[in-house]
């Protein structure tokens, strides 16, 4: 199982707000990228991997992101949507204390609100 943590972002990430939300999240991590499957990675100054970032999509279709993620109607999810997920090991909660600042400091910053999977 994994914890997940995704930002449904009004305006598009770029690199200055994502930039501001890692080092919200930690300035002592370490972040790798993967460029072949537009994957990021952050690690713990020690090299323990603690949180994956997937590549920014944009969902145009209406409805499409409260569908996948279940979400009430009445629930306001700007449209389109600048999807960003999140994925940390599920027994880690220094891990998903850093997904967590990283989600919220880049919905703070673009606009939109966040979804988890608790």
């Known amino acids: 199982m994994t914890f ?12 200055e707000e994502t ?11 370490l972040v790798a990228e993967q460029a072949e499957d537009g994957v990021t990675q ?3 100054p020690d ?3 603690l949180v994956v970032i997937e590549d920014i ?8 992101a409260q569908r996948l993620l279940g979400l ?6 700007p449209h389109p949507v600048w999807w960003v997920e999140c994925r940390t090991r599920d027994d880690d909660a220094e891990a998903e ?13 673009t606009g939109g609100l ?3 999977n608790r």
């Open 42 to 44: 952050l690690h713990h």
């Open 4 to 15: 997940d943590i995704i930002g449904l972002c009004r305006d598009e990430p770029g690199a």
């Open 97 to 109: 204390t850093v997904a967590r600042a990283f989600i919220g400091a880049l919905v703070e910053r």
């Open 47 to 49: 090299g323990r991997p």
């Open 57 to 64: 999509r944009l969902v145009r279709v209406a409805g499409e």
């Open 114 to 116: 966040s979804w988890s």
């Open 19 to 29: 930039i501001e939300a890692l080092l919200v999240a930690g300035p002592e991590l």
């Open 72 to 77: 009430d109607a009445e629930v306001e999810v």
